[in-house]
Each structure stands twice: as structure tokens, then as C-alpha cells.
């Protein structure tokens, strides 16, 4: 089966930089849209970032300017640089990707989490 593995997290002061991967394994025949939500402690989970097939990205408006995503399917990778970090940018990251699997449709999986912290 699918599933999706995230690396990368960390503890690091404002204002600097970390860098999250999410690679994806199993019965995978097709890869669509991915993405990066993040959800605070007692808060829902939003979408931080998000990346379709043909390259066209879209960022929550607090993060513009300073992350950035990007995949490279050969390697069934989703990426996140995240810079300029602030307080406000911690929470447990999840990855989300759009894979075909062995049903011959597409279905919606999520990465274990990651926690960010950022110190101030």
C-alpha cells in the first residue's frame, strides 16, 4: 500500500531556515496535486502550500515571500523551504499527495507529521 514518509523537522530560532521532505512508496501508478498543511497545538489543520501536476503552485498568505514548494516526481518527493522562519510558523507539518494507487483511481494520503518549532 501507500504510504508517505516526512523528514526534516526541527527546533530552530526566528528567522532561520528548515527544510521538509515527503516521499512517497508503495503501488503508486499516477501522481497528481501535493501539498503541505500544518496544524498548531489546539487549532485545525490548513493548507500551507500546494503544488499540481503542471508545476502551478499557491501559498497561504502568511508564508508567501517565504516558503517554498516543489516536487520532483522521478523521486515521488514533495519539498518544502521554509526561510525567514517566525513563532507563529510552529506546528506539526503534514505532506499531501494526490496518488493513483492500485484501484485505478486517485486517493488523498497524508505523511506522518512533523513538528517545527521556532524559538524566539
Known amino acids: 500500500q501507500v504510504q508517505l514518509v516526512e523528514s526534516g523537522g526541527g527546533l530552530v530560532q526566528a528567522g532561520g531556515s528548515l527544510g521538509l521532505s515527503c516521499v512517497a512508496s508503495g503501488g503508486i501508478f499516477g501522481l497528481n496535486t501535493m501539498g503541505w498543511y500544518r496544524q498548531p497545538p489546539g487549532k485545525q489543520r490548513n493548507l500551507v502550500a500546494r503544488?499540481?501536476?503542471?508545476?502551478?503552485?499557491n501559498y497561504t498568505e502568511s508564508v508567501e515571500g517565504r516558503f517554498t514548494i516543489s516536487r520532483d516526481d522521478a523521486k515521488k518527493t514533495v519539498y518544502l523551504q521554509m526561510n525567514s522562519l517566525k513563532p507563529e510558523d510552529s506546528a506539526v507539518y503534514y505532506c499531501?499527495?494526490?496518488?493513483?494507487?492500485?484501484?485505478?483511481?486517485?486517493?488523498?494520503?497524508w505523511g506522518q507529521g512533523t513538528q517545527v518549532t521556532v524559538s524566539s
Open positions: 499531501n499527495q494526490e496518488i493513483k494507487d492500485s484501484t485505478g483511481g486517485y486517493g488523498s494520503y
Open positions: 503544488i499540481t501536476k503542471d508545476g502551478s503552485v
